[in-house]
């Protein structure tokens, strides 16, 4: 007698061939979010060469800082296995956000001192047209109306300077500054030195003191580079400054620490409008 089959047949069908049938497959793990460190690498990476474009350098630069971040956090987190690459991505993105804003600076500068040249120029011009002045008047101090006029004897360090029209410049005495560890312009073995200068518009017309811009030359003469970095080293003018109203600046220099004997700092509250004055003085 046969004994009865208990057994439920499998709704699949037999194995072909007689072979045991296999285990159920494990569920997927699920994809790590590597996306954005990736993103941030890219763009880190293109921000970096493209540093002299304010699309390239300061918005690709704080997109990479900030998908960097981001995609830093989800490996942090488990969600993701590049955490270098994101590291990495939000560091050059960094690097090339403040390289792109001193290339922008250095750029104003050149602007600046190329249109103070030109405004030289046309000045020189005027003073050498015969029908501008008679033979007592032969100096060149000939009133056209600019309210720019030139200070005769350079001025110390806190001292102010008082253009026609009644604006005033003061550029205070300079205080020592310790960069931070992020600071761009500053050299190991440097004194850096922190300027601040007020502008006051005593005049009756609204100025625009975004350009006003200082250059400094050390003891040697040189050009000396200004500073930046998170804490603040460098605040320029920005916008502009209404009649009886006053802006101010702090400009941050690196000098050489054999140069820092007697230097010179220029600047003017507009560019094209006003000459520049010259303030002297030690550095420390």
């Keep these: ?93 960094g690097i090339a956000l403040i390289v792109s804003i001193v290339w922008l600076v250095v750029v104003v500068m050149a602007v600046q001192s190329v249109s103070d040249e030109i405004q030289k120029e046309v000045d020189r011009a005027a003073s050498a047209d015969p029908g501008t002045g008679s033979g007592d008047d032969s100096s060149g101090d000939v009133d056209t109306g600019d309210p720019a006029s030139d200070s005769a004897e350079p001025l110390k360090f806190g001292a102010t300077h008082t253009y026609d029209d009644g604006v005033k410049v003061t550029v205070s005495k300079p205080k020592a500054y310790s960069p931070d560890e992020f600071a761009a312009g500053h050299k190991a073995g440097n004194v850096a030195v922190q300027f ?20 400094l030359r050390d003891a040697k003469g040189a050009d000396v580079e200004m500073v930046f970095d998170g804490s603040n080293a460098t605040k320029p003018f920005n916008g502009k400054v209404l009649a009886g109203k006053q802006a101010q600046g702090s400009f941050a220099f690196s000098l050489p620490a054999d140069a820092t004997k007697e230097v010179q700092l220029e600047v003017g509250p507009e560019v094209l409008e006003y000459e520049d004055a010259i303030w002297t003085g030690p550095a420390k």
Excluded: E, Y
Aim: charged fraction near 5%; proline fraction near 13%.
């Design 196 to 215: 601040t200068i007020t502008i006051v518009n005593g005049g009756k017309k609204t100025m625009d003191v975004t350009t006003a811009l200082p250059t």
């Design 1 to 93: 007698m046969t004994a009865p089959n208990n057994s439920t047949p499998s709704p699949f069908g037999p194995p072909p061939g007689g072979q045991p049938m296999a285990p159920p497959p494990f569920p997927v793990p699920p994809q790590p979010q590597n996306g954005l460190g990736i993103t941030a690498l890219v763009l880190g990476i293109i921000g970096a060469v493209l540093f002299f474009t304010v699309w390239g350098g300061i918005v690709l630069g704080v997109l990479a800082l900030i998908f960097g971040l981001v995609g830093h956090s989800k490996a942090r987190k488990g969600l993701a296995t590049n955490k270098g690459v994101a590291l990495s991505g939000a560091i050059l993105g």
